[in-house]
């Protein structure tokens, strides 16, 4: 089947300065595909050569076998790029009532259905400049469900947000895949929220993408336990015999590591070391940052 | 059709936004303005530019109205036109709204057309409520009758009255034609609006250049050779005024040459603009 959207190596340049560098991703139906970078990686530009907003220098888009930009493509997208664009002088409801027609005839039912579907039936004729960061985000997300799209691109949902508003985005995303059953594109530079939201992914820095696959696969082999035990040379062979690699980052504290993510169940790891006769003061199963992530990939 | 959807919701967007507004707060001042000057200048004595009439005789409601439209022609509407048209593409650019409307399916030109349009018809309205603003305050101050028609560019033909019936339909007329006029001033705007995300750059843009062929033109001859006076966009901007003449006691007296020029330059040169503008915005990168 073909992928709803792919880049072939997509470039962007302006003037001398190469913001993205033959990046190319493939996004499959049904996929909530996470486009994890750090900031000023080039997540953003992408985006914007996808909607059609900013043109190539290099590359191709396609998006619903169309190139970037063409109407019969844009029909079946809803986006949001960087922040929420909305008319701030009119209500919610006169924001949705006037995007929905760029689309085509929205009957009323609808917006009140996307309102609900975002939470904001009660808010929807209070004028857009008193709404707050993370009202907007939702309305602007209500902007992108109105025309029915397949495929949905959120830039950075969760930025400016509040741990409540973080935790409601999230849960939103998920619904929309699972319930609505849309594709989803996220773009982020926070790892555990791609790791928490997504199934596949890609990452970006400095204009080129360093890996593409399952967000799992990504992880599985970076994740790792802080363990906190004595003694410690008994600790670190027990670990050995488990097939994971035990290194002191500090007086007492080790890091354990391995491919293999059945050796790093803590649960294995406690009774492990108990029997053996190891008394385990601390120990937690531990991500990477993206940071970590990224210094691995560009190594790599 | 989709520049119809376009342009109906672009104009529904100008009535919701209070800054579209401040043009017809502007108009009043203006009118009150111009008011308060008549009731102080040469225009109380028993002279206009040196010509002898008894006040009485033309100082009254169409007289206000229409000498409120020259003088905001070139003192109010390009302001105002260039503030409606400048914000077109740039303000949305600046407050990141034109993401939205270029996410979605319309095509770009359709955008293009459709502001280009919405700003041409919010334009003349302002050039209406201008001048039925000042009829009405003329009315009240200085009541109604015959229209005495005195302009500057025909000096020559020195000043000629239009009767009651007649007036209402040059009025409306030559509201029609500054507005048309004034289009030029709109795709100025608007070209410079395609080209940045700072409305303000479009705004002063326009308006410097305004300012400075308006002057360039009104140099003495020596300064300024009469080949480069025309070349100069403000020179051809007064065809309107032909409608004056129209009204001209012995018979219209339109010089349609002069007309025909006047308006091939003004007409060629704003679709030029719009022209230049759409390729602009058409190709750009939204980057805001």
């Known amino acids: 089947m073909a992928p709803v959207l792919a880049t072939h190596d997509l470039r962007k340049q302006y003037k001398r300065r190469t913001v993205v560098d033959g990046v190319s991703i493939s996004v499959e139906r049904g996929d909530v595909y996470g486009f994890l970078g750090p900031n000023g990686a080039g997540k953003s530009t992408t985006l914007r050569m996808l909607m059609g907003l900013v043109r190539p220098s290099g590359g191709r888009v396609e998006l619903f076998g169309y190139p970037a930009g063409d109407r019969r493509a844009l029909a079946k997208v809803g986006a949001i790029v960087e922040s929420p664009s909305l008319y701030s002088y009119l209500t919610g409801r006169e924001n949705l009532r006037m995007l929905a027609a760029l689309t085509g005839p929205c009957p009323p039912a609808r917006l009140d259905e996307v309102l609900e579907r975002v939470d904001l039936r009660d808010r929807a004729d209070d004028p857009v400049q008193i709404y707050s960061h993370g009202m907007k985000q939702r309305l602007a997300i209500a902007a992108a469900l109105l025309p029915r799209p397949e495929l949905i691109i959120l830039d950075e949902p969760t930025n400016g947000l509040d741990p409540m508003g973080i935790r409601a985005m999230r849960t939103l995303i998920r619904g929309l895949a699972a319930d609505d059953g849309l594709t989803i594109v996220l773009s982020s530079h926070l790892l555990a929220e791609v790791e928490q939201v997504c199934n596949r992914g890609a990452v970006i820095a400095a204009g080129k993408k360093r890996w593409e696959g399952e967000v799992a696969a990504l992880l599985a082999g970076r994740r790792r336990v802080r363990l906190r035990a004595r003694p410690l040379e008994r600790a670190i062979a027990i670990c050995g015999e488990l097939g994971a690699a035990a290194t002191e980052l500090e007086p007492g504290l080790l890091h354990v590591t391995s491919a293999d993510p059945a050796a790093l169940q803590p649960a294995l790891l406690v009774a492990r070391l108990v029997a053996a006769g190891v008394e385990v003061d601390e120990i937690a199963a531990e991500s990477p940052t993206l940071e970590e992530v990224f210094v691995a990939l560009v190594a790599a | ?288």
Not at chain 2, 208 to 216: E, H, K, P, T
């Open chain 2, 1 to 288: 059709m989709t520049v119809l959807r376009l342009l109906r919701w672009e104009l529904w967007k100008l009535s919701r936004r209070p800054s579209s507004y401040v043009g017809f707060v502007l108009c009043l001042v203006f009118s009150a303005c111009v008011l308060g000057g008549f009731g102080y200048t040469q225009y109380q004595g028993k002279n206009i530019q040196g010509l002898k009439l008894d006040p009485s005789q033309y100082l009254n409601g169409p007289f206000f109205a229409n000498f409120v439209l020259n003088i905001g022609f070139f003192a109010l509407l390009p302001l105002v036109a260039a503030t409606i048209a400048g914000s077109q593409l740039a303000g949305e650019s600046k407050d990141g709204t034109l993401r939205a409307l270029l996410m979605r399916p319309p095509p770009r030109w359709a955008v293009y057309v459709a502001k280009a349009l919405a700003s041409l018809i919010w334009l003349e309205l302002m050039v209406v409520f201008l001048v039925g603003l000042a009829l009405l305050i003329g009315h009240v101050a200085y009541g109604g009758g015959s229209l005495l028609i005195y302009v500057w560019e025909y000096k020559d033909a020195g000043v000629w009255i239009v009767p009651a019936g007649e007036w209402p339909g040059l009025l409306a007329l030559a509201c029609v034609g500054a507005g048309a006029a004034l289009a030029l001033i709109v795709a100025c705007a608007l070209f410079i609006s395609a080209c940045t995300d700072n409305p303000v750059v479009a705004h002063v843009g326009t308006l410097g250049a305004f300012f400075i062929s308006s002057v360039l033109q009104r140099l003495p001859e020596p300064l300024m050779t009469p080949g480069f006076k025309d070349a100069l966009p403000t020179s051809h901007m007064n065809f309107w005024h032909e409608v004056y003449r129209w009204y001209y006691p012995g018979g219209s007296t339109v010089d349609h040459h002069r007309l025909g020029i006047d308006v091939a330059w003004s007409g060629g040169l704003t679709m030029a603009l719009f022209g230049l503008g759409l390729i602009v915005f058409v190709r750009r990168d939204v980057t805001t």
